[in-house]
T-cell receptor, first 113, second 114 residues
Framework: QQQVKQSPQSLIVQKGGISIINCAYE??????FPWYQQFPGKGPALLIA?????SEKKEGRFTISFNKSAKQFSLHIMDSQPGDSATYFC????????????FGGGTRLMVKP | KAGVTQTPRYLIKTRGQQVTLSCSPI?????VSWYQQTPGQGLQFLFE???????NKGNFPGRFSGRQFSNSRSEMNVSTLELGDSALYLC?????????????FGEGSRLTVL
């Protein structure tokens, strides 16, 4: 089965620090790479997404870096805040697969005050 | 604008029973997808419906089925429940099909199988 591998499984960062979560994929047919944020008791919510025609996308404190040759992409959270404490999922999809996402295993982020 | 609504939010069943979960998408959204979330397997795609037709299906046994109605509301059914079916079942809606990533998830239906 197509896989997306995500690391680390858990991450503790001090307030104001940078949180970095990495993902690697196998299927070169993937052409859409979103990140989702999930708080306890809630469903995942789209945070930011990137397509492989760009190497970086920034939205506020959140940045996706994409390395097509290495088949890797990462999420950077700058100036991490306690409110960012959540589980983050990377995902990947193909244009011809509708809305079917292949998710990474998730990273539980805790930002300490 | 109301979000994706899933009912029931929590339910407990016993092995061998069947269960039906309901999902009302965001108004105007025509695509509904279902995902299973477990601590061990993470988030896994079950199936997607668009205009009352199943468009994609994940690697789940035939005990898992679904349907979509003309008003875009969707139901999924799991028959002959097994302990391993205990999970959070998430429904996600999208305005269109084929633009993966822009999914709006509900809060899920948490199923416990005893």
């Amino acid at each position: 089965q197509q896989q997306v591998k995500q690391s680390p499984q858990s991450l503790i960062v001090q307030k104001g620090g940078i949180s970095i979560i990495n993902c690697a994929y196998e299927n070169t047919a993937f052409d859409y790479f979103p990140w989702y944020q999930q708080f306890p008791g809630k469903g995942p919510a789209l945070l930011i997404a990137i397509r492989p025609d760009v190497s970086e996308k920034k939205e506020g404190r959140f940045t996706i870096s994409f390395n097509k040759s290495a088949k890797q992409f990462s999420l950077h959270i700058m100036d991490s805040q306690p409110g960012d404490s959540a589980t983050y999922f990377c995902a990947a999809s193909r244009s011809n697969s509708g809305n079917m996402l292949t998710f990474g295993g998730g990273t539980r982020l805790m930002v300490k005050p | 604008k109301a979000g994706v609504t899933q009912t029931p939010r929590y339910l407990i069943k016993t092995r061998g029973q069947q269960v039906t979960l309901s999902c009302s998408p965001i108004s105007g959204h025509r695509s509904v997808s279902w995902y299973q979330q477990t601590p061990g397997q993470g988030l896994q795609f079950l199936f997607e419906y668009f205009s009352e037709t199943q468009r994609n299906k994940g690697n789940f046994p035939g005990r898992f089925s679904g349907r979509q109605f003309s008003n875009s509301r969707s139901e999924m059914n799991v028959s002959t429940l097994e302990l391993g079916d205990s999970a959070l079942y998430l429904c996600a809606s999208s305005l269109v099909q084929g633009f993966a990533g822009e999914l709006f998830f509900g809060e899920g239906s948490r199923l416990t199988v005893l």
